[in-house]
């Protein structure tokens, strides 16, 4: 075989692995961009490599993007982002394959906007190990070899990853929503938003439920309510349509029910152009945490997904 049809068998076998590659990176760094730039940067490391003398390539090419993404979550300019508490996961459509393996439920939760923002916590190693070991079901010799510890530390990091992110979970969680059940929650909160019922949103909300919202990008740190009072008048005031959003939005939104990250969620569609998410973690049949995101920057994949998804009837046409 010439160079030239090794280069191209090697590119298809990179290419073959690589929304897995994407998957791990992900959950690793929480931005579908900076994903796509580890990615990326191993297919760059890859090309470069003496590829004959790689026996295990999916485990060379595992190790490489963890790396880079290691050096991500380490850099000072990725502490600083993270730390100014404008800090988000980016939201992916149900069906993007950026969201990776779903067999199992540690591997459906680890992509989940709850455990996203709790893999914050962990320092970069334990989140590396949680990842690998939880998403990927590497073994810890496997993990150990990739991430140049040994299987010893790799189950203290795991022990530790796995201790805070339980500690750190909302009371009464670990359960998954049947997805009419959810859709049912969703369709009612949606009714008594945009009808202003905020008796009947304070019952839907778990005592100690929070709203999180990005201020469309228009605010240095997100916006945090507590209370189911708070919650609910947050809700009756942000899905309560005016002339100004609309004028914000581009139109007057459809608004369709989907699945985000595996949870139910809102997208506020204007033509083909996803212009606000709201997702929902719901326990035990009510809902515990609301995110809005309408910064541009954190729907650029989202808005590329939707574009290719033939969606449902909207639960409302015209917002």
């Known amino acids: 075989m010439d160079s030239t049809a090794i280069d191209r068998f090697d590119t298809g076998r990179f290419e073959a692995g690589r929304n897995r590659l994407a998957a791990l ?9 900076d994903a796509e730039d580890a990615v990326q940067d191993a297919f ?6 003496d ?3 790689i026996d295990a390539p999916e485990a060379w090419l595992t190790k490489a993007v963890t790396h880079l993404c290691l050096d991500r979550l380490r850099s000072a300019q990725a502490r600083r982002e993270r730390a100014a508490g404008a800090w988000l996961p980016e939201p992916l459509l149900d069906g993007d394959p950026m969201l990776g393996p779903a067999d199992t439920f540690e591997q459906r939760e680890s992509v989940s906007l709850a455990v996203l923002t709790l893999i914050e916590r962990l320092s970069p190693l334990e989140r590396a190990v949680y990842v690998l070991r939880e998403a990927f079901s590497y073994s ?4 150990a070899q990739m ?3 040994t299987e010893s530390a790799s189950q203290q ?3 530790r990853a796995r201790h805070r992110i339980t500690a750190s979970r909302r009371r009464g969680g670990g359960g ?3 997805s009419a059940s959810a859709r049912r929650i969703i369709e009612e909160f949606l009714a008594a938003a945009t009808s202003g019922r905020t008796e009947r949103l304070v019952e839907m909300l778990t005592d100690d439920v929070i709203a999180i919202s990005d201020g469309a990008g228009l605010a240095e740190k997100l916006l945090r309510y507590d209370t189911p009072q708070r919650v609910a008048a947050i809700a009756r005031s942000g899905f309560k349509p005016t002339p100004a959003k609309r004028r914000l939005a581009g139109g007057a939104p459809a608004l369709h029910y989907v699945l985000v990250n595996r949870a139910p969620a809102i997208l506020f569609v204007v033509g083909e152009q996803v212009v606000g998410a709201v997702t929902f973690d719901v326990i035990d049949g009510k809902i515990a945490t609301v995110r809005g995101i309408a910064a541009p920057t954190r729907l650029t994949r989202l808005v590329e997904v939707w574009r290719q998804h033939k969606p449902d009837a909207p639960l409302m046409a015209q917002w």
């Open 25 to 33: 990176a992900y959950r690793m760094l929480g931005s579908a961009v």
């Open 140 to 143: 810890h010799a496997e993990i």
């Open 157 to 159: 990091h795991l022990h």
């Open 147 to 149: 991430l140049d510890i």
């Open 44 to 49: 760059l490391r890859w090309q470069a490599a």
């Open 176 to 178: 998954e929503v049947d």
């Open 51 to 53: 590829r004959q003398q």
